[in-house]
C-alpha cells in the first residue's frame, strides 16, 4: 500500500494523532484522526476522570517530535463498530509505533496478541521492543506506585488571588484547543511545587472573529474569516510550547487575558498584521509589551484593507492639510475644551480635547472636579506653544456647534492624558468600528486604568475638596472691608478670570479665596461698548485684545491702593513679577496717563514711546469726538416701516439686514456682472492693501467673488480679516485672495445695514445661554422676508422691531417679544429710549415675568434679574 502525506496538527494520546491535510483555497484543510495499529498508550485525563499513569508523559514524548511536521502514514485497518482508523505513521522514515514501545510509552494491544497471523512481521517487531522497554524498565513499565502527576483540570481557585500571584510574569505553558483565533484553552505549567492548571484565555488586545460549533441547544456562530483566523493559530500555536503572560480578568471571571509569547513571534501581532484581528479597546491596556506595535500593526492592514478590513474605508484627515499646525493656547474654556490661535494664519480655534469628557452634570463631583481640570490646564498651556493635531469633528447636535476635537502635546506632555491619569476626566468609550477618537487613545486607556487602580480624582470614595470663591467687589461696602488687609499683604499673586477692557478685570485671588474686580490705576484707556448698541472708543477693541492676549486667565500679582465708587480695587499690576502692566499698556499707545495715582516718572515715559510714534489713541486727532443723534420722537415710537431680509447673524441682538428696495435688485444686476468679470480677471494685481480699503474678496464656503472692506491685517500680513459690506459677515482670508475692485463696481452703496433687537439685551453668543439665543434667533428669522419698524438710529446702527409680514405689526406679536418670552433676551432698561414708550416696554416686562414664572431659557435656575445692575452684555 502507498503512503499518504499529512502534517500533524495535534496528539490527544500516546497513540493517537490527528493530521492534516493540505489547505484548498482559504478553507481549512481536511482533518482525521488515525490511531497507532497494535499498540496502545495510557489516556490522558479530563474534567471527569484522572490521568492513568505516565499518560501526560506519553503524550509529550510524541508531541515535542511530531507536532506540526509532516509525516508519511497509511491506514492498516478500521474497526467498523467506530470507524476509527488504525495505521503505520513514519516520521522520517522512522516508524511512530516502534519509537514509542521502544521507549516505553505503550504497550502491545492485547487483541494484537491473540491474533498474531495478521501482521505478524510488525507484531514480533514491537513485542521484541517491549521486552526491551519492560527489562530496563522505561517508561510505563516504571514502578507506578512511584508515579504522581499534580494537574486540575478544572479551576477553583480564587482568579483575583491567581492573577495577582503570576500576573506579568512569563509562565511555561501548551495550548491546547484553539476556540477561534482569540480564544484558547491552554495548560499553565508554573514552577513546581504548584500544580499545573488547565485555563480558558484570551488573547490580551485582540479580538478575533467567533468561531462557536457543536455547543449544545445553541446554534453555530461562525463569523467571516472565522475559520481562517482558527487555522492561523491553530497551525502556529496549537499544542506548542510557549510562554504565557497573564495580564487580566475578564468581565466574568471565567478567563484571563493573557500574552501568548513564542519563540518565533506574537501571535497577537501576527494575526493582526494578518487581518484576522482587530485591536481590543477593552483589553489592551492590559498588555504587558507591545501596545504600539499592536496598534501599528492594526493601521497597516486597514491599509492594505486585508481580511476583515476589506471593506474598510480609509477616512480623510479633518482639516486636510491644516490638520497639524503649531499655535498658542489663548484661553482654557473648560476641563476638556480651550482655545487656540494658530501660529501661521492668526485664526483662533476652538478645539476640545479628543475622547475625554468632564463628568456629567449629574455626578455630584461635578463642579470641584471640573474646576480643578480646568485650573490644571491652565496652568501647564496657558500662553504656550502647542502642537495640534486634528483628529476628528464632532457633528453639530441637539443645539450644541460642532466641535473639532484635537490632541494637543507641550514637547511630549500630554494633557489629556494627564487629566485621565489624575482622574480630573472621563474617556469616551468609543464604539469598536469608531475611528473618531484620539491619535493616542491606547495611552488615554491605560492613563483612565492608573487612576482607577489608584481612586484618583473622580473614582475616588473620598469627598472631593471644596471650593467656594466670594466676590470682595460685591459692592463698595463690601469691598472697603477687604481694602485694608489687601493693603497691608502688599504683592497679591492672582488670576485674571475675565477682562472687562483694558484697564478693567476679574482677577480670583487663591490665597484670599476670593475673586475682586481690579481697575489699573494711574491710566485710563478706551472703553468697548457694553452692548451691540453702545459705540466703543476709537481703538477700545484692539486695546481689549491687547489685554485679552497678554493677561486672560496669566498669574499676575497686584497691589492695591485704594477702593471705587462701585467696589472695584484700584492699583498696580506685574507679569512675570517685573513687567508692569501699565507701562506696557502705555507704550503700545492703548493708554493715556490718568493723574489720579500715576507715577509721573515711569508712567508719563511710557507714555511718551506712544506719543512719539504716533501709536493708535496717539495717532487720532484731539477733535475726535463722540456724534449724539437724536432718539425718535417722545411718546411712542414713529412708524418707519420697511421690508428687509436678515443677511448674516452676530449673536441673538445683532445682526445685519439688507432692506428690499430697487437697490437690491441693482444689486443682482451688479453681481451677475461681477461674477462675469471675475471669470475673465486676471488674479495679479496691487498687494499693498490698506485697512478700510474696499476690495474683492473670494469667500471661503463658495469660493465666489463679492465686495469687501479690510477690517485688519494679521500679525505676518499674510491674511486680512475683511467684512462682505452687501451682506454684513466677515471672515479671516488669506491676501492672496483679495483683488483690487474696479471703480465701476464701487457705484452701488453697500446693501447690509448693522442692526440690533430693540428695547432688550440678548446674551453674546460666548455668554451663558447666548449660542441658544442664537440659534432661536436664526430659526425665526433664516431665509425668511421680515417687516422691520426703525425705533431709533445711533450712527450707522439701526434698533429694529421685527415682525413676521403675516402677523399683526404689534408689539405682542413682535420677533422681539418672542425672544423675551423665551427667555433668551432680557428688557434693556438701560437704553436712553427705553423710559420714553411706558406703553410699549409694559409688553417686554409682561413677557420677561411670564419667562421667570416658566423657567424658560436663562431662568430655568432662577431669576437672575436679582443682580441685574451687574450684567453687562
Same mark, same amino acid.
Given at each position: 500500500m502507498s503512503l499518504l502525506k499529512a502534517t500533524v496538527k495535534s496528539v490527544l494520546s500516546g497513540d493517537t494523532l490527528i493530521l492534516r491535510g493540505k489547505q484548498i483555497a482559504n478553507k481549512p484543510p481536511p482533518e482525521r484522526q488515525l490511531n497507532l495499529a497494535y499498540i496502545q498508550a495510557p489516556r490522558i485525563g479530563s474534567q471527569k476522570k484522572d490521568d492513568e499513569p505516565f499518560a501526560f508523559e506519553a503524550r509529550e514524548f510524541i508531541r515535542s517530535r511530531i507536532v506540526g511536521k509532516e509525516v508519511s502514514f497509511r491506514v492498516d485497518y478500521t474497526i467498523p463498530s467506530t470507524n476509527r482508523e488504525y495505521g503505520t505513521v513514519y516520521l522520517n522514515n522512522e516508524n511512530l509505533a516502534h519509537l514509542i514501545v521502544k521507549e516505553g510509552w505503550a504497550k502491545v494491544r492485547e487483541e494484537s496478541r491473540k491474533n498474531k497471523e495478521e501482521g505478524r512481521e510488525e507484531y514480533d517487531s514491537l513485542i521484541s521492543f517491549e521486552k526491551i522497554a519492560q527489562s530496563a524498565a522505561k517508561g510505563i513499565w516504571e514502578d507506578k506506585e512511584k508515579y504522581s502527576r499534580n494537574v486540575n483540570y478544572t479551576f477553583q481557585e480564587d482568579a483575583k488571588a491567581y492573577l495577582d500571584k503570576y500576573k506579568g510574569q512569563p509562565i511555561d505553558g501548551i495550548i491546547e484547543l484553539v476556540r477561534d483565533g482569540s480564544s484558547l484553552r491552554v495548560l499553565f505549567m508554573p514552577p513546581s511545587p504548584a500544580p499545573q492548571q488547565y485555563l480558558n484565555i484570551n488573547i490580551t488586545g485582540i479580538k478575533a472573529p467567533v468561531v462557536r460549533k457543536d455547543v449544545p441547544d445553541q446554534a453555530d456562530i461562525i463569523e467571516p474569516f472565522g475559520e481562517e483566523a482558527k487555522y492561523f493559530v491553530e497551525s502556529r500555536l496549537l499544542q506548542r510550547n510557549v510562554k504565557i503572560i497573564l495580564e487580566g480578568l475578564s468581565g466574568n471571571n471565567q478567563a484571563f487575558f493573557a500574552s501568548i509569547s513564542h519563540p518565533a513571534g506574537n501571535i497577537a501581532e501576527a494575526l493582526v498584521s494578518a487581518g484576522l484581528a482587530k485591536v481590543a479597546d477593552w483589553s489592551i491596556t492590559m498588555i504587558t509589551d507591545g501596545l504600539a506595535k499592536l496598534r501599528a500593526a492594526e493601521n497597516a492592514a486597514k491599509q492594505r484593507k486585508l481580511k476583515i478590513w476589506h471593506d474598510h474605508v480609509i477616512k480623510s484627515k479633518v482639516g486636510g492639510d491644516d490638520h497639524e499646525f503649531e499655535g498658542t493656547v489663548t484661553r482654557i474654556i473648560s476641563g476638556d475644551s480651550l482655545c487656540v490661535?494658530?501660529?501661521?494664519?492668526?485664526?483662533?480655534?476652538?478645539?476640545q480635547l479628543s475622547s475625554i469628557r468632564q463628568p456629567k452634570p449629574k455626578d455630584p463631583k461635578l463642579p470641584e472636579y471640573n474646576y480643578e481640570a480646568k485650573e490644571f490646564l491652565r496652568k501647564k498651556l496657558i500662553g504656550k506653544t502647542v502642537r495640534v493635531t486634528i483628529d476628528y469633528q464632532k457633528p453639530a447636535?441637539?443645539?450644541? !456647534? #460642532?466641535? @473639532?476635537? %484635537?490632541?494637543? +502635546? $507641550?514637547?511630549?506632555?500630554?494633557?489629556?492624558?494627564?487629566?485621565?491619569?489624575?482622574?480630573?476626566?472621563?474617556?469616551?468609550?468609543?464604539?469598536?468600528?469608531?475611528?473618531?477618537?484620539?491619535?493616542?487613545?491606547?495611552?488615554?486607556?491605560?492613563?483612565?486604568?492608573?487612576a482607577q487602580s489608584n481612586a484618583k480624582g473622580i473614582h475616588s470614595s473620598k469627598e472631593p475638596p471644596t471650593y467656594r470663591i466670594g466676590d470682595a467687589?460685591?459692592?463698595?461696602?463690601?469691598?472697603?472691608?477687604?481694602?485694608?488687609?489687601?493693603?497691608?499683604?502688599?504683592?497679591?499673586?492672582?488670576?485674571?478670570?475675565?477682562?472687562?477692557?483694558?484697564?478693567?478685570?476679574k482677577i480670583y485671588l487663591p490665597k484670599e479665596g476670593h475673586k475682586i474686580?481690579?481697575?489699573?490705576?494711574?491710566?485710563?484707556?478706551?472703553?468697548?461698548?457694553?452692548?451691540?448698541?453702545?459705540?466703543?472708543?476709537?481703538?477700545?477693541? !484692539? #486695546?481689549? @485684545?491687547? %489685554?485679552?492676549? +497678554? $493677561?486672560?486667565?496669566?498669574?499676575?500679582?497686584i497691589e492695591v491702593e485704594n477702593v471705587d465708587k462701585t467696589g472695584g480695587f484700584i492699583g498696580s499690576l506685574w507679569l512675570n513679577k517685573t513687567d508692569n502692566y501699565a507701562e506696557l499698556l502705555l507704550k503700545e499707545g492703548f493708554a493715556k496717563v490718568h493723574s489720579y495715582g500715576a507715577d509721573a516718572s515711569r508712567l508719563h515715559a511710557a507714555e511718551m514711546v506712544a506719543m512719539e510714534a504716533k501709536k493708535n489713541l496717539w495717532s487720532l486727532q484731539e477733535s475726535l469726538e463722540d456724534v449724539n443723534v437724536?432718539?425718535?420722537?417722545?411718546?411712542?415710537?414713529?412708524?418707519?416701516?420697511?421690508?428687509?431680509?436678515?443677511?448674516?447673524?452676530?449673536?441673538?441682538?445683532?445682526?445685519?439686514?439688507?432692506?428690499?428696495?430697487?437697490?437690491?435688485?441693482?444689486?443682482?444686476?451688479?453681481?451677475?456682472?461681477?461674477?462675469?468679470?471675475?471669470?475673465?480677471?486676471?488674479?495679479?494685481?496691487?498687494?499693498?492693501?490698506?485697512?478700510?480699503?474696499?476690495?474683492?474678496?473670494?469667500?471661503?464656503?463658495?469660493?465666489?467673488?463679492?465686495?469687501?472692506?479690510?477690517?485688519?491685517?494679521?500679525?505676518?500680513?499674510?491674511?486680512?480679516?475683511?467684512?462682505?459690506?452687501?451682506?454684513?459677515?466677515?471672515?479671516?482670508?488669506?491676501?492672496?485672495?483679495?483683488?483690487?475692485?474696479?471703480?465701476?463696481?464701487?457705484?452701488?452703496?453697500?446693501?447690509?445695514?448693522?442692526?440690533?433687537?430693540?428695547?432688550?439685551?440678548v446674551p453674546a453668543r460666548e455668554e451663558d445661554y447666548g449660542e441658544d439665543a442664537y440659534e432661536r434667533f436664526r430659526s425665526i428669522v433664516d431665509d425668511k422676508k421680515l417687516v422691520a419698524n426703525i425705533d431709533y438710529r445711533e450712527h450707522n446702527l439701526l434698533h429694529l422691531t421685527l415682525y413676521n409680514p403675516a402677523q399683526a405689526q404689534s408689539p405682542e406679536a413682535s420677533i422681539n417679544v418672542e425672544l423675551v418670552r423665551d427667555g433668551y433676551a432680557l428688557v434693556n432698561k438701560k437704553l436712553k429710549y427705553y423710559r420714553r414708550y411706558p406703553n410699549l416696554t409694559k409688553k417686554f416686562e409682561e413677557s420677561q415675568e411670564q419667562a421667570k414664572k416658566d423657567r424658560l431659557g436663562m431662568f430655568e435656575y432662577g431669576d437672575i434679574t436679582l443682580d441685574d445692575d451687574e450684567v453687562d452684555y
Open positions: 490661535k494658530v501660529n501661521r494664519t492668526g485664526a483662533e480655534k476652538k478645539l447636535s441637539e443645539g450644541y !456647534e #460642532a466641535k @473639532e476635537c %484635537a490632541t494637543i +502635546k $507641550l514637547g511630549e506632555f500630554n494633557p489629556a492624558e494627564a487629566l485621565l491619569e489624575r482622574g480630573l476626566a472621563h474617556i469616551i468609550r468609543h464604539r469598536r468600528d469608531d475611528e473618531d477618537r484620539s491619535s493616542c487613545y491606547d495611552q488615554l486607556l491605560i492613563a483612565e486604568q492608573k467687589s460685591e459692592n463698595a461696602a463690601k469691598a472697603r472691608q477687604f481694602l485694608h488687609s489687601l493693603q497691608r499683604i502688599g504683592r497679591i499673586g492672582g488670576v485674571v478670570d475675565f477682562v472687562n477692557n483694558a484697564t478693567r478685570f474686580t481690579f481697575v489699573l490705576g494711574g491710566v485710563r484707556g478706551p472703553r468697548p461698548g457694553r452692548t451691540p448698541s453702545e459705540k466703543s472708543d476709537p481703538y477700545a477693541i !484692539e #486695546a481689549l @485684545e491687547f %489685554a485679552n492676549r +497678554k $493677561l486672560l486667565q496669566r498669574d499676575v500679582e437724536a432718539p425718535a420722537e417722545e411718546g411712542e415710537p414713529r412708524k418707519e416701516y420697511i421690508d428687509v431680509e436678515v443677511s448674516a447673524i452676530t449673536s441673538g441682538g445683532n445682526f445685519h439686514v439688507q432692506i428690499v428696495n430697487d437697490e437690491i435688485n441693482n444689486l443682482e444686476k451688479m453681481m451677475s456682472e461681477f461674477r462675469l468679470y471675475h471669470k475673465t480677471a486676471s488674479s495679479s494685481g496691487a498687494s499693498n492693501f490698506k485697512t478700510d480699503e474696499i476690495v474683492c474678496a473670494q469667500f471661503t464656503a463658495d469660493d465666489q467673488w463679492y465686495r469687501a472692506k479690510i477690517k485688519k491685517f494679521t500679525g505676518d500680513k499674510k491674511s486680512a480679516e475683511v467684512v462682505y459690506i452687501d451682506y454684513g459677515n466677515s471672515e479671516t482670508i488669506p491676501v492672496s485672495r483679495i483683488r483690487p475692485i474696479p471703480d465701476n463696481f464701487k457705484k452701488l452703496p453697500s446693501q447690509s445695514q448693522e442692526a440690533v433687537l430693540s428695547f432688550i439685551k
